[in-house]
């Protein structure tokens, strides 16, 4: 059904494919043999995308350890602060936090807060969408959306790139991804 709207995976399911990895360490990532790609060890900096990508509806499933710290960085620079340039969608272990704040799961982050925290347990696979629209950005987690944004609104996101690469971070805690599947707009 997907495929009929458009959507092509980004993922093959058993190969990193049309992936790189952004530092030293190649091993930092893999394809498991159960399908889905999980973070192994430090080093690698970040799983990135071959191709850069602007407007689009990006969807994909994460699960995450507890009090683990992840995230996914849209339109980002090959080089430089990709979560500062581009933009990360925070993915963190953090059921047990109270607050919303800039760093927790949903955030745009370290600068906008989710507006609800629909996260399944730690170890559970969440669904995520992703909808870049020139400046507008909606983030739906788990069919509850928590960010809904003009990145024109917002001084510290008004400049920042309209197109650049997909990057599964690596800072250094247990994080797997599946079904990963783009549909540019």
Request: charged residues 30%; glycine residues 10%; proline residues 4%.
């Amino acid at each position: 059904e997907e495929r009929a709207e458009g959507f092509v995976p980004l993922f093959d399911g058993k190969t990193l494919d049309g992936w790189w990895m952004k530092e030293d360490n190649k091993e930092a990532f893999h394809a498991s043999e159960d399908g889905f790609i999980e973070w192994r060890a430090h080093g690698g900096g970040a799983l990135m995308t071959a191709k850069r990508y602007g407007n689009f509806i990006c969807r994909m499933q994460y699960k995450i350890m507890p009090g683990g710290n992840s995230g996914v960085w849209f339109r980002a620079p090959r080089g430089a602060r990709q979560s500062k340039i581009g933009f990360e969608v925070q993915m963190r272990g953090d059921n047990d936090f109270d607050e919303l704040d800039k760093g927790c799961t949903g955030a745009i982050y370290d600068v906008i807060p989710p507006a609800a925290r629909p996260a399944r347990k730690e170890g559970l696979w969440n669904d995520i969408e992703v909808i870049c629209d020139g400046p507008n950005v909606k983030i739906t987690l788990n069919g509850t959306i928590v960010q809904d944004v003009s990145f024109d609104d917002t001084e510290e996101l008004k400049y920042r790139l309209r197109s650049g690469f997909i990057c599964l971070t690596d800072h250094s805690d247990y994080t797997a991804f599946r079904n990963i599947r783009i549909k540019e707009l």
